[in-house]
């Protein structure tokens, strides 16, 4: 028995290791909005938990502010590894918005609430990262109200790729250009991209 504890101590803190240093698991720009309800409910899920209907009603209405959608699925972190939580947030989306498959789903989604997919899947597979990097640029181009939050989590997504390639110097440029670009909606607090940043500016060293 005590040997069954030491291997899943063992395998808790490999896990933790592996989340750490990298673009989408070592931003935690959820801090910036800790007073929300829902940020403080996506705290409360672990590992394996079925996801609440009232945290996937929040995620998949586009009537929810797209940074708070974000900064709750930024919450739920590593406790959303694996497919079990893409795979209820897609079906409960494809309820919702009325159709039998993802392809159809991903044409009818708004920019916002198909980078708050491409986002969550993300980070249910951050090693493998392509499917939600396509999904990113498919919202970038119906961003059309040029939504800061939709640019910032598509190029966040597209820096883990480019971690994973070890092309660090993009990295930092995909995010830089966007944390730069005057011409974008700025609907994210300052709070939130402050944080993201401070861990992207490490990259920029290699740049020279």
């Not at 995620?59 to 959303?80: H, M, Q, T």
């Not at 249910?124 to 181009?141: I, K, S, T, W």
Request: charged residues 20%; contains cysteine.
């Amino acid at each position: 028995m005590k040997r069954f504890f030491a291997s899943m101590s063992a395998l808790i803190i490999w896990s933790m290791a592996m989340w750490a240093d990298s673009p989408l698991t070592s931003t935690d720009f959820n801090q910036a909005y800790a007073e929300h309800p829902m940020v403080q409910m996506a705290a409360e899920i672990e590992p394996g938990d079925f996801i609440p209907t009232s945290l996937l009603d929040f995620l998949s209405n586009k009537k929810s502010p797209v940074d708070e959608r974000l900064a709750v699925i930024n919450r739920l972190g590593w406790s959303i590894s694996g497919n079990d939580g893409i795979e209820q947030l897609g079906q409960y989306l494809m309820k919702r918005y009325k159709v039998k498959t993802l392809d159809k789903l991903y044409k009818k989604l708004d920019a916002k609430t198909l980078c708050v997919y491409a986002y969550f899947k993300a980070l249910c597979n951050y090693f493998e990262v392509e499917d939600a990097v396509a999904l990113g640029q498919q919202a970038m181009q119906k961003n059309k109200d040029h939504s800061f939050s939709v640019a910032f989590i598509a190029s966040l997504i597209q820096s883990q790729q480019y971690m994973h390639d070890g092309d660090w110097c993009a990295v930092y440029n995909v995010m830089a250009d966007v944390a730069h670009d005057g011409s974008l909606k700025l609907d994210m607090r300052q709070g939130a991209i402050d944080i993201v940043m401070e861990y992207i500016n490490l990259y920029q060293e290699y740049c020279k």
